[in-house]
Each structure stands twice: as C-alpha cells, then as structure tokens.
C-alpha cells in the first residue's frame, strides 16, 4: 500500500463505516443507483462508482435514507465504531 492509497478509502466504505447506511451493500446500492458528488480542490465531480475513492477534505453531496447529506470529510474511519466516534470523521455543512 502506497502513502497516497493510505489516505483514501472507497466512498461505500466510508458512508458505512460513517454510520450513514446501515450496511455496506445499502451504501453500494446507493451510489450506483442515486450517485454522490465530491468536490475536491475546488472541482466538482459525480460519482456512481462505490469504489471511488475519498480522502480527507473531501465535500460529499449524496442522498442517505434519512435525506440528501452535505459533508466534508475530516478523517476516515478506521473501523465501523460507536455512532459518537463516526461522527467525528466528519462535519455536516448547510446547503452550499
């Protein structure tokens, strides 16, 4: 695994590991179905890909089953953890 590969996750793993789906195939299905939106240094792209990849610094536009979600990614997840520590690899941003 290279440095750059260590600082970036796929998007599904990352929306489940964040507690936004319940399971990782839900958070596949998704993205393939709905897409998502990443802006990264200022250039904004569509994502229909559950294995694009994400890092932090990322500002993720995608429709959880709760709603459309505007984030910006802080850190990424280690592991699926308790809501409370999901919560902290990201910061939820009012519409933009």
Do not use: H, N
């Not at 694009?52 to 089953?65: K, Y």
């Amino acid at each position: 695994m290279t440095d750059a590969d260590a600082c970036r996750m796929r998007l599904d793993v990352f929306l489940w590991r964040a507690r936004f789906f319940k399971v990782r195939t839900s958070a596949t299905e998704a993205i393939e179905e709905t897409g998502a939106r990443v802006e990264r240094d200022g250039q904004v792209r569509r994502i229909d890909k559950p294995a694009s990849p994400v890092e932090p610094g990322d500002i993720l536009s995608f429709r959880a089953p709760s709603g459309p979600v505007l984030v910006r990614i802080l850190s990424l997840p280690a592991r699926r953890g308790p809501p409370s520590e999901a919560a902290l690899c990201y910061v939820a941003l009012e519409g933009r």
